[in-house]
């Protein structure tokens, strides 16, 4: 099938791509997200917020106050994901390129979130509590080891705890037999996804390429609270009174645990047809609580 640009053609093959994007990097939701298809600008901050938990008293004890915190993500980040081809290239193929290279473009995003999640969690400036453990001795009991640290020093709530580790740390979990043990009794395949699910009080626990070296780190254990996510748009153009030579719109992931929006916009330049593919999005990540112990080997 030929590149057909007459809409805004790839909207619904990137709303796939975005969704996809996210079950890649299940970080996406391991933490406190604020997404909107509203356009914001460069620099401009969204208040994002953690929730407490109540005090369960006896019937008829006077209201307590909600210890609720407000978080100020600032929308530093001002990223894009652009491809190019040429009019000999389109001509070549019989390809939709544009369909194709959807995918990638939305990875790349959902690279780069993870990206500003993972450094985020692995300052020890913001996270000072550690768990110490030889990377040749990564197995079930640091994740026990872990589990404590979150319940008696951090204090955080039982539900919404998360995981990640590189690669190397990852690979000696799946090798130890109580990790192994727990995932095939619940039907699970960690090899396959990346990720060994409801294990020693944790949601998930992620094999996270890329995990930030900082301070010897390999990882880190915390509560979805602990950091917050902001993503928005950028406004469109066109709202200016200016026509865009080509095709333009919000495109917002479909998956409603991580809805966030991207401009994108297609085009194909007059003077020597090629045809550019674009998607623009701001972002900004800051501490939340501080109820993370990051993992390092020293």
């Known amino acids: 099938m030929a590149n057909a640009l007459g809409t805004l053609s790839s909207s619904l093959i990137l709303q796939e791509a975005l ?70 290239e389109v001509a070549s193929t019989s390809r939709d390129m544009i369909r194709e290279r959807a995918m990638p473009m939305a990875l790349a995003i959902g690279d780069y979130l993870a ?19 030889v990377l040749a001795d990564v197995d079930y009991e640091t994740l026990t080891a872990a589990r404590e640290a979150l319940t008696a020093t951090l204090e955080a709530p039982a539900g919404g705890r998360y995981a990640a580790v590189k690669p190397a740390a990852y690979t000696k ?18 090899i396959a996804s990346g990720q060994l699910a409801q294990i020693a009080g944790f949601e998930n626990v992620s094999e996270w390429q890329g995990w930030p070296t ?27 009174g200016i026509k865009f030579p080509g095709n333009i719109g919000i495109v917002t992931n479909p998956d409603p645990s991580a809805p966030f929006s991207v401009l994108a916009f297609e085009s194909i330049n007059a003077s020597d047809l090629s045809v550019e593919t674009v998607m623009v999005f701001l972002a900004g990540v800051a501490k939340g609580n501080n109820m993370c112990a990051r993992l390092v080997t020293a």
């Open 19 to 88: 969704a996809l994007a996210v079950k890649v990097h299940p970080a996406l939701t391991s933490v406190v997200t604020d997404f909107s298809a509203e356009p914001l600008k460069k620099g401009q901050s969204v208040i994002t917020r953690t929730l407490s938990k109540p005090t369960v008293n006896n019937f008829g004890t006077a209201a307590t106050d909600a210890a609720d915190a407000d978080v100020t993500v600032t929308l530093s980040n001002f990223k894009e994901v652009r491809y190019k081809f040429t009019a000999a």
């Open 115 to 133: 990206l500003l999640i993972s450094t985020q969690l692995a300052l020890n400036s913001d996270f000072s509590t550690e768990v110490v453990e």
């Open 214 to 240: 900082t301070d010897n780190g390999i990882g880190a254990f915390w509560h979805k609270s602990s950091v917050c996510l902001a993503v928005r748009p950028i406004a469109n153009p066109e709202d200016y």
């Open 173 to 190: 979990l799946l090798n130890d037999p109580l990790c192994n043990r727990t995932q095939k009794q619940a039907g699970l395949d960690p």
